[in-house]
């Protein structure tokens, strides 16, 4: 587990891959990478964000962080817009 320090979160980022109808898997760019994400864990001067809170966020905001073969994105809170309520 990754635990972040001040004002960071770690995303879990969905990746999204677009399929014909015949089922080949075509490759996205990353301009048109989602930016959305859950959260996994948050740093102790974050407010306003929960973990698994689905939020929205900047599209390049970020580093990306690979533990145990899982891919992870750490952002500042500042760099998320928007809590997705469902």
Request: net charge negative; glycine share 4%.
């Amino acid at each position: 587990m990754i635990r972040p320090l001040e004002d960071y979160v770690v995303l879990s980022v969905k990746k999204e891959e677009k399929t014909t109808v015949s089922g080949i898997i075509l490759a996205t760019e990353d301009k048109d990478k989602p930016a959305m994400g859950k959260v996994i864990s948050i740093g102790p001067k974050v407010e306003n964000i929960k973990v698994n809170d689905e939020v929205i966020y900047q599209s390049y905001a970020g580093t990306k962080v690979k533990l145990d073969e899982v891919e992870y994105l750490l952002v500042q809170s500042k760099n998320i817009l928007a809590i997705v309520e469902k």
